[in-house]
């Protein structure tokens, strides 16, 4: 025989699943860590591009020094120029164009945390009259060289304070 069907669950519907749950909209914090992101990546690309400008002047001195000839008879005085033309790059013109002699190599070690008094004496020697020798010359490189990248860029602070302040002097 059959089985009876109740009557109550005769009217009862098959139970359907609710539709699944779609990757759009977004939650409020996909939306955060979204914005979050692109601030984050806008603020390191420009803090980059900033340091990037700063060091630009920096990197064409380094440059030029590695492309000057040494077999050239003003070599130091070319070295001279140079360090003084990364210098005003960065700081008052007004304040380093005016430096020479004792005052010019006070205001180089003034710069660098450790004196630089060998780079004072081979600069010193660009007015003698016999040139500079072979070894000087690589000694001058390697001292200017490490200058521009220990001094440059100035800080503000050492550009300002050490104006009056006694430094070594070569």
Not at 1 to 22: F, K, R, W, Y
Not at 33 to 45: A, K
Not at 140 to 161: C, D, F, Y
Request: a positive charge; one cysteine or more.
């Amino acid at each position: 025989m059959g089985n009876p069907v109740n009557p109550a669950l005769a009217s009862m519907q098959d139970i359907h699943t609710p539709a699944e749950i779609g990757l759009w909209p977004l939650a409020y914090g996909y939306w955060i860590s979204l914005f979050v992101v692109i601030v984050v990546t806008t603020l390191f690309i420009l803090w980059l591009s900033k340091r990037r400008k700063v060091g630009a002047a920096k990197r064409a001195a380094l440059k030029e020094l590695a492309m000057l000839d040494q077999n050239h008879q003003q070599f130091a005085a070319e070295v001279s120029s140079l360090l003084k033309r990364a210098a005003m790059s960065y700081g008052a013109r007004q304040q380093v164009a005016q430096l020479t002699g004792n005052d010019w190599y006070k205001w180089l070690n003034a710069q660098v945390n450790t004196p630089q008094d060998e780079l004072c004496k081979l600069l010193a020697l660009r007015f003698q009259k016999a040139q500079l020798s072979d070894d000087e010359k690589q000694s001058l490189r390697r001292h200017a060289q490490s200058w521009l990248t220990t001094a440059l860029p100035l800080s503000k602070v050492s550009a300002i304070s050490h104006q009056g302040s006694e430094v070594s002097q070569c």
